[in-house]
T-cell receptor, first 115, second 114 residues
Framework: DSGVTQTPKHLITATGQRVTLRCSPR?????VYWYQQSLDQGLQFLIQ???????AKGNILERFSAQQFPDLHSELNLSSLELGDSALYFC??????????????FGPGTRLTVT | AQSVTQLDSQVPVFEEAPVELRCNYS??????LFWYVQYPNQGLQLLLK??????LVKGINGFEAEFNKSQTSFHLRKPSVHISDTAEYFC????????????FGRGTSLIVHP
């Protein structure tokens, strides 16, 4: 158990809908990272938040957004869902920026199925 | 483009046999290297990492990896595998393009047969 929690574990929704994925980092970790894992793209970095502020952006679509709250939990919002958004979404956390710690701790993931 | 390549998508092996999972990266700058393991229905767990120093790195569960700068490789090895090692293994590299966010390979599925 990494100490990172993600809810829900599974989510099934229809095209065009909007969903919110939630992540609680390990106690004391300031950075949160979101990744998308799909069969065709592998594990892709989406976005990083550090202590409430956006720190780095990866291959995140404009239909997707994220935020980190004062209690350091994070939410990933996916809107106008398409079939291709079906994937495993992982959250990871680290104590500080990766520049100083290098190591990430991954949650168990949320499996999103868009029908 | 800078990238991480895991040369084998699937590696079948018998229990107690040795195994090597290959990873190559393309970069002309110093990098940090990682191997993660993903068991079914779980998140990624760090096996080992190379930041600096000795090029032979030992990790958890009896795994080790060797950093070869001239060949830009970071192959993962285990002298004797167990059924419980059946999982997906990901090589990751950070420092590519000046970013500390790791770039992951596509993964290698290690299948250990009895």
């Amino acid at each position: 158990d990494s100490g990172v929690t993600q809810t829900p574990k599974h989510l099934i929704t229809a095209t065009g809908q909007r969903v919110t994925l939630r992540c609680s980092p390990r106690s004391g970790d300031l950075s949160v990272y979101w990744y998308q894992q799909s069969l065709d793209q592998g594990l892709q970095f989406l976005i990083q938040y550090y202590n409430g502020e956006e720190r780095a952006k990866g291959n995140i679509l404009e239909r997707f957004s994220a935020q980190q709250f004062p209690d350091l939990h994070s939410e990933l919002n996916l809107s106008s869902l398409e079939l291709g958004d079906s994937a495993l979404y992982f959250c990871a956390s680290s104590p500080r920026d990766l520049q100083s710690t290098y190591e990430q701790y991954f949650g168990p993931g949320t499996r999103l199925t868009v029908t | 483009a800078q990238s991480v390549t895991q040369l084998d998508s699937q590696v079948p092996v018998f229990e107690e046999a040795p195994v090597e999972l290959r990873c190559n990266y393309s970069s002309s700058v110093s990098v940090y290297l990682f191997w993660y393991v993903q068991y079914p229905n779980q998140g990624l767990q760090l096996l080992l990492k190379y930041l600096s120093g000795s090029t032979l790195v030992k990790g958890i569960n009896g795994f080790e990896a060797e950093f070869n700068k001239s060949q830009t490789s970071f192959h993962l090895r285990k002298p004797s595998v167990h059924i419980s090692d059946t999982a997906e293994y990901f090589c990751a590299v950070s420092g590519l393009g000046g970013s500390y966010i790791p770039t992951f390979g596509r993964g290698t599925s290690l299948i250990v047969h009895p």
